[in-house]
């Protein structure tokens, strides 16, 4: 991807989730989204399937909300939105640096302090999300959920994704190793890999999705050619399934991790993964 200009960068650098006196709804300026991605934080609670050695949210702190209030969420969705399309969240601390060129609404992301699908109330979140972009008469704004993919197959879960799908909507399933032993690792799940890319699997074969790969070093070294190989041989698997991707990104740390033995890789690391997976899965594959 293009190099993005000197003075937007700094602006990547935090993504606080505790804007104003919100519970769920954060507006950040996205490396990926090259412009303003509106969070959607449906697990105050920090519920997850994966506890990963490079995740930066802190558990140890205590938990205020632990419920998503649908009412409260609409009001707060509707309340960012007003103050994307108006331009008045740029006036706000923080914001107020964003060059023009990123000054743009690119998407309503479900990615908060831990899986978005672990919510019970996921589904009629993202109607209130559609609802409110339809609203705003925003309807080139993707609905974005990233997402460890575990819970895919769920019914009510499956429903919010027809409704995504109806809205402009798009999957990044999270997908950092090729080998269990390596998955358990990194990832410190609590479902199988074989279970992941079930999931991964039955979601792609109904829309194109984007698989959200991010490599790391422990201890120093990063993962090896087999290791590689064999994440590339799972993305093959997935095609040869049906399933269908969209992109697949790859990036590094860029936040504190949650373990001090993880750091992050070089550029040039970054980009031989980068030119591996291209050269053995033929996919769309983009460094970030």
Known sequence: MSELPAKSKDVFAHHP?????????????SRRSRGLSIGVNLNPDRACNFDCIYCQVDRTLPVTVR???????????????????????FDHTGFGSVPAELRRVNDVAFSGDGEPTTCPEFAAAVETVANGLRI??????????ITDACYLKRENVKRGLAMMDESNGEIWAK??????????????????????????IDAARVRPIC?????????????????????CERLNHIVREGGQIKEVQVYTVSRDP????????????????????????????VAY
Do not use: C
């Open 211 to 231: 698989i959200q790969s991010l490599f790391l070093r422990i201890d120093g070294r990063g993962p090896d050619e087999a290791e590689i190989k064999a994440y």
């Open 258 to 285: 949650a373990e001090t033995y993880v750091t992050a890789l070089s550029d040039e690391e970054k980009n031989r993964i980068v030119e591996t997976a291209k050269s053995l899965t033929k996919l769309n594959v």
């Open 67 to 89: 419920d998503v209030d649908i009412d409260r969420l609409k009001s707060e969705i509707d309340d960012m939105l007003l103050r994307a399309t108006d331009g008045s969240i």
């Open 136 to 145: 705003f008469e925003l309807a080139d704004v993707k609905i974005v959920l």
């Open 175 to 200: 997908l950092d190793v090729g080998t269990e032993a390596y998955y358990k690792l990194v990832n410190r799940p609590n479902h199988t890999l074989d279970h992941v890319i079930d999931n991964i």
């Open 17 to 29: 989730r505790d804007w104003r006196d919100n519970h769920y709804v954060y507006p950040v300026i």
